[in-house]
């Protein structure tokens, strides 16, 4: 998945976060889906904590405005960005 495409699904699942300050069941259905979201679109080590803090943010009541997901992606790609491979020829 690309950069930009990560940003905008974060701005949407971070928006869906948002309907349990109206419809406060939802954050049964989403606390788990947004753990499941953030697994799939961060691996490795970084997306598994990710995963138990956004978990954890949705579950807590009063917590869900917190921009998980957008916050990921800030420290994904503008904190701490992939260094470019350099691949030695021989």
Known sequence: ???YQKLIL?????GM???SLIFPPFDFIWAPLSAYLMTRMYKGRE???A?????VE????FFDVVP???????YTYILFPAKPQIVKSQ
């Open 68 to 74: 998980t997901f957008s916050l990921m992606w800030c």
């Open 47 to 49: 997306g598994k904590v």
């Open 1 to 3: 998945m690309k950069k």
């Open 58 to 61: 949705e579950a807590l009541p």
């Open 10 to 14: 974060g701005l949407l699942f971070d």
């Open 51 to 55: 995963a138990v803090v956004s978990f």
């Open 17 to 19: 976060g948002y309907v």
